[in-house]
């Protein structure tokens, strides 16, 4: 029956992109795609693909023909993987870039809630979510959104309630407003691995960006790619949080070796002494390359 009354139309809402990197960890991300299909509003997906030795990028692109990929060719890290597809979003104009890690699955609504969320705070250059354990029964809290740095020690502190300070969002789910990433730029690529989602969020807020945390959940599992590989974990974190703190701390050279003493120190009273050797040569090996009139990131460590 027509009343006369005019209809209430619901707004279209805009388009979102969705990347996840890959590398030889085809089960994790093949459940993360599927988790996507059901996400509302419909996604676009990216794979970039880090150089998969294994078969994973011929065998997602054969499972999940809608998405669209990107192949590296070599392993370039985080950083370098996201950027790609963020160019790709620039280039097209989508306004919102969602970047997960393969090993997440996002409870159903997720996205809808992240859209809403930055729609409603046009301050927002990105937005975190409540990331819980994805092993175990309950809501172990992972990180509310993100956390802060405490640079003496080369850690960060990830929040467990909205109270805490937020100084970085973690990339594990790091969504992104494409209009800020003009005025800062895309990740840092001499960072190969950890704490470039710092990095980045530190010079959001440097140019007046704010942060925030949104009410959508995922559920983490968390080295998924790094977590059988203990010294090259070390080495990279220990390598990129002496960029880090060159480029944002005020004693830069003195937080990163306290922070190398520190960590090397722990890795070696819990018996892990590869993980202590690779934290000394990430330390060393960030040092040279803040001297470096480059900075390139290897592949690994020596």
Request: glycine share 10%; aromatic share 8%.
């Amino acid at each position: 029956m027509n009343t006369g009354m005019p209809r209430k139309t619901r707004a279209i809402p805009p388009p979102v992109a969705v990347i996840t990197v890959n590398w030889n960890t085809h089960d994790d991300t093949a459940r993360l795609l599927q988790s996507l299909r059901e996400q509302h509003p419909p996604p676009i997906v990216f794979v970039v693909d880090n150089g998969s030795t294994d078969g994973s990028y011929e065998q997602l692109q054969a499972s999940f023909p809608e998405v669209r990929y990107l192949q590296m060719g070599r392993n370039r890290g985080f950083g370098a993987a996201n950027n790609a597809a963020l160019r790709v979003l620039q280039a097209e104009a989508i306004p919102f870039a969602w970047l997960i890690n393969n090993d997440t699955i996002p409870e159903p609504g997720a996205l809808g809630v992240l859209v809403d969320h930055m729609l409603e705070r046009p301050a927002a250059g990105a937005a975190g979510c409540i990331v819980l354990e994805a092993d175990g029964p309950g809501r172990r809290i992972q990180a509310w959104g993100g956390g802060h740095i405490i640079p003496w020690l080369g850690t960060a502190k990830l929040n467990q309630s909205e109270a805490e300070p937020l100084e970085f969002i973690t990339g594990a789910s790091l969504f992104l407003r494409t209009k800020a990433l003009e005025d800062v730029g895309v990740f840092d690529e001499h960072f190969f691995l950890y704490w470039e989602d710092a990095d980045l969020c530190f010079r959001l807020r440097e140019a007046g960006w704010k942060l925030t945390v949104a009410e959508a959940v995922v559920r983490h599992k968390g080295s998924a790619t790094t977590g059988r590989f203990p010294r090259m974990r070390a080495y990279h974190n220990a390598r990129s949080f002496s960029l880090l703190m060159h480029k944002h701390a005020r004693r830069p050279r003195l937080c990163g070796f306290t922070a190398a003493v520190a960590q090397s120190f722990g890795k070696l009273l819990r018996g892990n002494l590869p993980a202590a050797a690779g934290r000394w040569q990430g330390w060393r090996a960030g040092c040279d390359a803040v001297r470096s009139s480059d900075g390139i990131v290897p592949d690994g460590p020596p």
